[in-house]
């Protein structure tokens, strides 16, 4: 009978979240907490709190918020479902409120957590929250995590403090080419060309291969350059390394953007008009 019970309250929530029925969750979270269900089965805590911001408006971003002092602080999925949709859905400023009563709360901080904030901290521009987070980081060990450290580089370098970023990537012990294109394209962003290549020097020293990202990105840094033989050398090196150039649009718009910026428009047009790149370049 009660798992039955429980199976209509899920399936309940299900529907109000298809409908986008706010006044009917409400209802339910009213329920939940007179029955004491709200705190015998956490998921129930997770899937209203998903139904809730999965489709936030202002008007019940405070509901939302209020959850907050209802959810066990032992548990952090729920947590970290609501930081997630405050980010994703725009509301940054909720999502770091959210990280913040985490932190205060004794609530248990993760790799999901740390990486949601940072990317709220950066969306609003907040480097001071950015600066708490990466401390925050360092203290309780969470550095060795390669996404929590990936994501700090990010935040740093789409805020335009590269020598932060770069910092941030040696303290990374154990990197991976996701961290290193944050950091390459902090440099791009930066149209610090020139540290961008040196720094694709670095990553081989580190044997870190170079993916389709890290081309496009040095592509772009012949561009800058104007180099056009360090340029045709990357386009070798593409046609080497990268079987399917032919669905990679990005990469095809690096080598034409290339080309065209270092004053070869008829190689640009050679570039555009071919479907396989199946030549040297």
């Not at 609003?124 to 309780?140: N, P, T, W, Y």
């Not at 990105?217 to 056009?228: E, F, N, P, Q, V």
């Not at 555009?272 to 040297?280: A, E, H, I, P, R």
């Given at each position: 009978?009660?798992?039955q019970?429980?199976?209509?309250?899920?399936?309940?929530?299900?529907?109000?979240?298809?409908t986008?029925?706010?006044?009917?969750?409400?209802?339910?979270?009213?329920?939940?907490?007179?029955?004491?269900?709200l705190?015998?089965?956490?998921?129930?805590?997770?899937k209203?709190?998903?139904?809730?911001?999965?489709?936030?408006?202002?008007?019940?971003?405070?509901?939302?918020?209020?959850?907050?002092?209802?959810?066990?602080p032992?548990?952090?999925?729920p947590?970290?479902?609501?930081?997630?949709?405050?980010?994703?859905?725009?509301?940054?400023?909720?999502?770091?409120?959210?990280?913040?009563?985490?932190?205060?709360n004794g609530?248990p901080?993760?790799?999901?957590?740390?990486?949601?904030?940072?990317?709220?901290?950066?969306?609003?521009?907040?480097?001071?929250?950015?600066?708490?987070?990466?401390?925050?980081?360092?203290?309780?060990?969470?550095?060795?995590s390669?996404?929590?450290?990936?994501?700090?580089?990010?935040?740093?370098?789409?805020?335009?403090?590269?020598?932060?970023?770069?910092?941030?990537?040696?303290?990374?012990p154990?990197?991976?080419?996701?961290c290193?294109?944050?950091?390459?394209?902090?440099?791009?962003?930066?149209?610090?060309?020139?540290?961008?290549?040196?720094?694709?020097?670095?990553?081989?020293?580190?044997?870190?291969?170079?993916?389709?990202?890290?081309?496009s990105?040095?592509?772009?840094?012949?561009?800058?350059?104007?180099?056009?033989e360090?340029?045709?050398?990357?386009?070798?090196?593409?046609?080497?390394?990268?079987?399917d150039?032919e669905?990679d649009?990005?990469l095809?718009?690096s080598?034409?953007?290339?080309?065209?910026?270092?004053?070869?428009?008829g190689?640009?047009?050679?570039v555009?008009?071919?479907?396989?790149?199946?030549?040297?370049g």
């Open positions: 009978m009660f798992i019970k429980l199976d209509s309250i899920n399936g309940f929530l299900r529907h109000c979240f298809q986008k029925n706010v006044r009917a969750i409400k209802k339910v979270h009213a329920h939940l907490l007179r029955t004491g269900l705190f015998i089965s956490p998921s129930f805590e997770s209203l709190i998903f139904t809730y911001t999965a489709f936030l408006h202002r008007n019940n971003s405070k509901t939302v918020t209020a959850l907050l002092k209802c959810i066990n032992a548990n952090q999925l947590f970290n479902m609501i930081l997630s949709d405050y980010s994703r859905n725009g509301f940054s400023f909720l999502a770091l409120q959210t990280f913040s009563f985490m932190h205060t609530v901080l993760d790799t999901y957590s740390f990486c949601c904030s940072s990317v709220a901290s950066c969306s609003m521009k907040d480097v001071k929250f950015g600066a708490q987070i990466h401390s925050l980081v360092e203290k309780s060990g969470w550095l060795s390669v996404f929590v450290g990936s994501a700090l580089v990010d935040l740093y370098a789409k805020l335009s403090l590269i020598n932060d970023a770069a910092k941030m990537f040696d303290e990374i154990v990197k991976n080419i996701v290193a294109n944050a950091l390459l394209s902090g440099y791009g962003e930066a149209n610090q060309w020139v540290e961008g290549l040196e720094f694709v020097r670095k990553m081989r020293a580190l044997n870190l291969k170079c993916d389709h990202f890290t081309l990105a040095m592509l772009r840094a012949c561009a800058g350059l104007s180099a056009i360090l340029g045709r050398q990357v386009h070798g090196s593409v046609i080497r390394m990268v079987s150039l669905d649009v990005f095809q718009s080598l034409i953007e290339m080309y065209g910026k270092c004053g070869l428009v190689k640009a047009w050679q555009f008009n071919l479907s396989g790149f199946g030549y040297n």
